[in-house]
């Protein structure tokens, strides 16, 4: 399995930004899917954002476009950029990965098999 380590979350108020970050080892597969996920106070685990080989990407609709998912394949870490934060954006935010020879790119938890042990993020209005 991949180990996983998420970094960057904090305290913001509503509009303003973050970066995480995820740092990838443990791991000789090339062919991996990674994402973020959230978790919010007495919700469900949820899909944000996913990128599949040669970047391909897919967002959760709720977030109109304020969420970027991108990797550093160089330095083995997956970045997501949050603008435009909201208090409803609170929430655990975890990182995974999966090997697979296609990303399905559906915002599936079920189909990661690898995870990080979260960052939290916390938006005050």
Request: glycine content about 12%; aromatic content about 12%; overall charge positive.
């Amino acid at each position: 399995q991949v180990q996983l380590v998420e970094s960057g979350g904090g305290s913001v108020q509503a509009g303003g930004s973050l970066r995480l970050a995820c740092a990838a080892s443990g791991y000789t597969d090339s062919r991996l899917c990674m994402g973020w996920f959230r978790q919010g106070p007495g919700k469900e685990r949820e899909g944000v954002a996913e990128i599949g080989r040669f970047g391909v990407t897919k967002y959760a609709a709720s977030l109109k476009g304020r969420f970027t998912i991108a990797q550093d394949n160089a330095k083995n870490t997956l970045y997501l950029q949050m603008n435009s934060l909201i208090p409803d954006d609170t929430a655990m935010y975890y990182c995974a990965a999966y090997a697979t020879n296609f990303c399905h790119l559906d915002l599936g938890t079920w189909r990661y098999n690898s995870w990080g042990q979260g960052t939290q993020v916390t938006v005050s209005s």
